[in-house]
DNA sequence: GTATATACTGTAAGCGGTTACAAAAACCGC
DNA sequence: GCGGTTTTTGTAACCGCTTACAGTATATAC
């Protein structure tokens, strides 16, 4: 028995084992793989016959190093988790599915970011998820001309990056002016976001903006932590009931704080929304399920992952775009406002 | 000003630009890049500034084309969604991580599993999830020795392909227990799973075993369609209804199925858990915001990926392993079996 | 049947790294 | 200062595929 074949076997055939076998050269085999009609019927199907035989199949990083393409894009991630993430995912898997892409994803614990080559690794565009990028790498991308979208966070000042995310402030605007208009609230809490994320300084802006619209002077003894957290939310929901700080509706700038804040009012006894309002923004899966379902802000989340990679292969297609570009949010009226339904 | 430097530039700086910028040979930038302690200090000193100075970084699809290993494994899906889908994706990007791995995605819709060469691509391991590849694919990889290990899916007949899932069975039978043993429940309808889905087919099984080991006798009566879906399952509480099969608890194979029933009964006034109760599987997030809580099974979900990550890992060493890995399953008691709290 | 245009196919040079091996340099003891 | 080590560095082959260019076979025209 032929030891040598067998260990030819055991490792993948490569072009030249088809060429070898249908009888022809490894060029003609390019050929019929990538589908250049540039080659005989009679000689395809041996090749095909031999592909086949032997199972091969090219190996992608000889392709990639060939092509100077990798037909894949990377997703970058501080962080997997939240409920928007999923639906996300799925928007910018999808579209780079259309598009002939592969989905490389990365969740780059802060600390990994300097010490690690990340980054182009083996992608022809880069889809960087809030501050899962240091500016400085921005920087360096955008100077060797790699293309980057940025997601849910703006370009830093100089570089004029691409950039996708939601209309915070306008959905804030119609959110609070439904609580002002149509339920007379004046008293509106609010709870801030996480320290330094764009969605949440935008809201807050809106809600700023939305009380001076109505003559409702700013009130800082309404405004406390949020950070987007359930616990710390919950935290301070209490110690506001502790403190007797009264008022009419809650603006929580996200929905996981809204859940923080319903537990906390549940054990207290505090009805919602007969004694206080409370909103909420993102409308996650729950929001309609809980009791009561969730007056809240709807993000669109898989078509912000869809517009990006769009955006992305746009731009790896060598488009020049830059800009913000920013989804429309949409309200939701259920019942924790004050509604009927 | 010299337009052949800037055209250089306006590319990507490769191994020979830094060993030119540093006056030595590329094999000696690429062992500075590789920390193998072979190159003087002051040697190493002038190839890290040429490094900097150029903001040099290797071409990933190079060194796999050279080094024959891609440090990145695929993970296949059919689909992207489900609540589970967070947190295994969470377990698996983690620990290929922790092992030095990137983590590429794909999302099979069906049709495209024949067409495309997809699968080993550039990784050098697969994580395959339920039904995202053909048995045809896994044998095609078991014959060329490419690692391979499955997640809540158990190995074609013949390959034996490592995989791993969740003790549905006995979680099940647990759960039937309680309703059985503490509530006295005697009466217990079933909806069926996914089609052809393990973890349906596990579950079905738990649930009759449970009647048989406290001699129930089987009624087909009280079985109807769930699909995993919500829709559907809602729809065969309605014909229950509708139908007046009675019955005093009924398991819903998995939460989603749950939320279904428990939107019938709402509509339809039947309270849960006073006129039936109803229990779910996988304990996924909604479950303990839901009114009434459920009473579920908890999958550990983030775990699976784990594991599944280190055993393809440890298969991608040449470590030979096979079999399947069940994962324990946790009862959580809540208020929709009957209980208080 | 020959000249010429046309259609296929093969040859070989990259793509950008790694690494075995060879060559050169530095070090050592005497 | 010399031969013999030991270190450090360079040379060149190779990983598997693509593709410009050259070469050969086939078809077309006369």
Known sequence: MSLSTDEKKRSRATIDDVAKLA??????????????????PKTTERVRAAIIKLNYRPQAAAQVLANQKSNTIGLL?????????????????SQANAAGYGLLIYATQKERLLSSPLGEHNTDGLLVFVDSLADSELARFKQIGFPVVLIHRSSPPGLQIPSVTIENKNGTRRLMAHLIEVHHYRRIAFLTGQEGHEDAQRRELGYRE??????IPFDPQLVAPGQFNREIAQTSAETWLRDGVEFEALFTCDDEAAIG???AYKRAGVRVPEDVAVVGFDDINL???ITPALTTVRAPVELV????TQQLVRLIAGEELAGVTLLPTELIIRRSCGCSP
Request: no cysteine; aromatic share 8%; proline share 2%.
């Open 210 to 215: 939305a009380l001076a619209a109505h003559n």
């Open 261 to 263: 804040v319903l537990a």
């Open 305 to 308: 992952g869809k517009t990006a």
């Open 77 to 93: 991630l501080s962080e997997i988790g939240g409920d928007f993430f999923t639906p996300m995912l799925r928007g910018i898997e």
């Open 23 to 40: 009888g022809v050269s490894n060029a003609t085999v390019s050929r019929v793989f990538n589908r250049t009609n540039l080659v005989t």
């Open 287 to 289: 929001m309609r399920y």
